[in-house]
């Protein structure tokens, strides 16, 4: 049958989009390598274990060579794999999409300010403001629990010695006793519709927030919950 060339090139136009539509659907349905990057990054940079991390800027690069990241579908749901407070190193990603689960191999990089010992720091000692320098830059030697809200670092005792410049990291710290072993305390025990004050003998150290046991003037052992000021509470209603 004959067709004329208009309709003939029409036709064979049509034929090829046909034909080459689910490619360029698949095309289109693949995020980019630098959307991916954007999207992963930002989950990074939100997943954070503390507050205080907000201060940390993170950067990735994907390690997952390009052609496997091909059969994504255009919205992957994204989750960080695994424990997320190391700052730096190599980490995973689960692309989700419907059923079907891919991980993605991501590098991280991080910088931030970290708090550093400015002079020598005893076992015992309360540390305050003036023990301590910021230090501003790559985190990716540093050791894991490094510390970077002041706040969380003063009127803490160092529990083992800290150098001039070394970082100061969660394990080398407690908080400082509210309560010593051996204090005489008040304690404040509350029950339904009433109240008792005592004193008692702390036989425990124990910081605010803290379960401290006692031993009371009568000798009977009980347990209480050492208050900011100082003090003891013993809820009886429990």
């Not at 579908?73 to 190193?89: I, K, Q, Y």
């Not at 501003?136 to 629990?145: C, F, I, T, V």
């Not at 800290?162 to 309560?179: A, C, D, F, Y």
């Amino acid at each position: 049958m004959f067709f004329p060339r208009p309709l003939y090139t029409a036709a064979i136009s049509l034929l090829s989009l046909i034909f080459y539509l689910p490619a360029f659907d698949a095309i289109a349905a693949t995020p980019s390598v630098e959307t991916l990057k954007t999207h992963i990054t930002a989950l990074v940079n939100s997943h954070n274990e503390r507050p205080s991390d907000s201060a940390i800027t993170r950067t990735i690069k994907i390690l997952t060579p390009a052609e496997q990241l091909s059969s994504l579908c255009a919205t992957p749901e994204l989750s960080v794999a695994g424990n997320n407070r190391r700052l730096t190193g190599n980490k995973s990603i689960i692309a989700q999409c419907g059923n079907k689960r891919k991980f993605i191999q991501i590098s991280v990089q991080a910088q931030g300010t970290w708090w550093t010992a400015r002079h020598g720091i005893k076992p015992g000692s309360v540390i305050d403001a003036n023990d301590i320098e910021p230090r501003s830059g790559s985190l990716d030697r540093l050791p894991a629990g490094l510390i970077f809200d002041r706040e969380s670092i003063v009127g803490q005792t160092a529990t083992r010695t800290i150098n001039k410049g070394q970082p100061v990291v969660e394990n080398q710290l407690r908080k400082g006793w509210s309560v010593v072993s051996g204090q005489e305390v008040d304690v404040l025990a509350t029950g339904e519709g009433f109240q008792i004050r005592i004193k008692a003998k702390a036989l425990d150290s124990a910081a605010a927030g803290q379960p401290v046991r006692l031993s009371t003037r009568s000798g009977q052992i009980v347990t209480g919950t050492v208050t900011p000021d100082g003090k003891v509470h013993i809820n009886l209603k429990e």
